[in-house]
């Protein structure tokens, strides 16, 4: 794949990804909205719900895997149920192009029947998915909650690096600043001031997490450099044949890891309520995800995750009695300047 025609299309002042600028690609102030053309704010309004969708998703998603659990253990296989999420994805994904076949008919961009060389690519982002999914859940045997959600801020680092890699899309000096802001703010606001120790995450641990954010990082930014490589192209459909692969290799881990288990105590063994939200999260979260990148780019997907996780944090509160201390407001306030130094980064490019 050719990834360097993905900065020409993004210099195309009709690309999705853009931001919101003039035709000739100055930022503009906030004050001069109304001067924007109802197409480019139809889009920005878009990109906001994606992101916003994208941060309450998330912001449920770690307590959701918490509640799954019974004494400590996943009753249920994760395998199952990490394939449960990428049909039900998939059956969205349908379900919104029969409507637009509907109401629009079938074009050469919305139809399902494509060549190999552009369905070819997806198996790559699908195992990497994969694994990393597997992993989300393995990870809680070596890392507490707290330690997990440090760890996690590795996967801006590897975004950052690989969207500058891959999609050859130059950061400014200053959005480089915002990237180490970002996980110093993350960092700070999750600290344990009645332990010793900021961590204590065996080697394990360290490893899982640092191999989670590299396959989460490049898994991203390589699903972003498919999608956008055809922007024509309906996201349905390139969801469509990224979630096939993904039952297709869901399916295959289960016979390897959990097939006894399957056939003795059934697929569904150890379901419950919570499983159930937690799959409907899981899968949202992916199409929101796609959606992000279609409309966005890969970094607000790591922006809103991060966001998501001090979000998190504030919703404990109140189920949980979670005390907030010093160190998360100091935290908050980093990375709130974090993001607002990120979104002027993009405009002295």
Request: hydrophobic letters at 50%; aromatic letters at 12%; proline letters at 2%.
């Amino acid at each position: 794949m050719e990834y360097r025609k993905i900065k020409d299309e993004d210099n195309d002042g009709g690309t999705i990804s853009d931001d919101i600028e003039n035709p000739r690609g100055k930022g503009f102030s906030v004050a001069s909205v109304s001067n924007v053309p109802a197409r480019e704010q139809s889009k920005w309004k878009r990109k906001s719900v994606v992101t916003l969708a994208l941060t309450f998703l998330t912001s449920s998603q770690a307590i959701l895997i918490v509640w799954s659990k019974r004494a400590g253990k996943y009753e249920y296989s994760v395998t199952t149920a990490n394939f449960l999420v990428e049909t039900l994805k998939c059956a969205l994904s349908l379900a919104a192009l029969a409507r637009i076949w509907k109401t629009e008919g079938v074009t050469e961009d919305n139809r399902l029947s494509t060549t190999f060389d552009e369905v070819i690519v997806y198996p790559i982002p699908a195992a990497l998915y994969l694994v990393k999914n597997l992993l989300q859940y393995y990870i809680f045997a070596y890392v507490d909650a707290p330690g997990y959600q440090i760890l996690k801020n590795l996967n801006i680092i590897s975004t950052g690096v690989l969207y500058r890699i891959i999609l050859k899309k130059k950061l400014s000096e200053i959005q480089w600043a915002a990237f180490i802001l970002l996980c110093a703010g993350c960092t700070t606001a999750q600290l344990n001031s009645r332990s010793d120790h900021v961590l204590q995450t065996p080697l394990q641990g360290w490893i899982m997490a640092i191999v989670m954010a590299l396959l989460s990082g490049f898994a991203g930014v390589y699903t972003e450099a498919i999608i956008k490589k055809r922007p024509s192209r309906n996201i349905n459909v390139q969801n469509f044949w990224l979630y096939i692969f993904g039952m297709a290799f869901n399916a295959v881990a289960i016979l390897i890891q959990d097939f006894d288990a399957v056939m003795n105590k059934g697929f569904f063994h150890g379901y419950s309520v919570i499983t159930t939200l937690m799959i409907l999260n899981h899968a949202l979260s992916g199409i929101a995800v796609s959606m992000v990148m279609k409309y966005a780019d890969n970094i607000v997907k790591v922006y809103s995750t991060s966001v998501a996780m001090l979000l998190t944090a504030v919703v404990s509160v109140f189920l949980f009695g979670f005390e907030l201390t010093l160190a998360f407001f100091l935290g908050a306030t980093v990375v709130s300047v974090s993001v607002y130094l990120h979104s002027a980064g993009k405009l002295q490019r």
